[in-house]
């Protein structure tokens, strides 16, 4: 969250928040690792897991758009992940986590929904034939 823009390359943008106890403070090298490095975005990963804004900016991070999106891990989330390009894993825009592609329905605008099935099924009136097979299918 700190640093330059990893997506354009440019200085982060003016509506990037400053969260001066988030546990990325400091750190714009080790939050903006190189995708094909697992290891090295997991530990981005995890020091959003423990941060204690972690709520905060996930809150901001829900009014990003792929123009706004700063692009380094944020809130526990790859770039990828959070415009749907990651082809494994993308985020339920519902409870922000970071889900395998298959927990999301075949539906949607572009082929596939934004919120996870899970999501779906608690929004649902539960004993609804839909609200049974989706719990099934989650």
């Not at 990651?86 to 596939?112: E, I, M, T």
């Not at 919120?115 to 034939?129: F, Y």
Request: proline residues 10%; glycine residues 8%; aromatic residues 4%.
């Amino acid at each position: 969250m700190t640093g330059k823009n990893s997506v354009y390359g440019t200085p982060r943008p003016a509506n990037v928040p400053t969260f001066p106890l988030g546990a990325c403070v400091g750190k714009a090298k080790l939050m903006n690792p190189r995708p094909d490095n697992p290891a090295a975005v997991l530990h981005a990963r995890q020091v959003c897991w423990g941060c204690p804004v972690l709520t905060d900016c996930r809150a901001w991070m829900s009014t990003l758009t792929p123009r706004t999106d700063p692009g380094d891990v944020l809130a526990g989330t790859t770039h990828a992940e959070r415009t749907g390009k990651d082809p494994d894993r993308r985020v339920c825009r519902a409870c922000w986590l970071v889900r395998p592609r298959d927990k999301f329905s075949l539906a949607g605008k572009h082929g596939q929904r934004a919120v996870c099935k899970s999501c779906v099924a608690a929004s649902r009136p539960t004993g609804s034939p839909t609200s049974q097979r989706a719990e099934e299918a989650a």
